[in-house]
Nanobody, 126 residues
Framework: QVQLVESGGGLVQAGGSLRLSCAAS????????MGWFRQAPGKEREFVAA????????YYADSVKGRFTISRDNAKNTVYLQMNSLKPEDTAIYYC???????????????????WGQGTQVTVSS
């Protein structure tokens, strides 16, 4: 059974940094594309960043490009999201997700992610 557990959220002032972690269990972590999504109050969930199983390919939403960095440690079954220069509009619940199928090359399609964590709250004050 696949489980994803996020941690690292919290309250930070604008311009600050946070590092989110997502620990995965069940399945062979290194075979799967991983992604981060977020949902702000009153808004739909949106893509933030993704990293391929091979650790070669990464994608970012335009709104976070240059400020956020996604990475993974396959030895620790963990994916990270380093968030710098945070803005109040980054406030949201952040979710970690795993692709349904191994070696999937489609990093952007939310429908391809079949497993989700419970989310971690990130609040950026102005």
């Amino acid at each position: 059974q696949v489980q994803l557990v996020e941690s690292g959220g919290g309250l930070v002032q604008a311009g600050g940094s946070l590092r989110l972690s997502c620990a995965a269990s069940g399945g062979t972590f290194s075979r799967y594309t991983m992604g981060w999504f977020r949902q702000a109050p009153g808004k739909e969930r949106e893509f933030v960043a993704a990293i391929s199983w091979s650790d070669i390919t990464t994608y970012y939403a335009d709104s976070v490009k240059g400020r956020f960095t996604i990475s993974r440690d396959n030895a620790k079954n963990t994916v990270y999201l380093q968030m710098n220069s945070l803005k109040p509009e980054d406030t949201a619940i952040y979710y970690c997700a795993r692709n349904r199928t191994p070696y999937n090359r489609d990093l952007l399609d939310e429908g391809k992610y079949g497993y989700w964590g419970q989310g971690t709250q990130v609040t950026v004050s102005s």
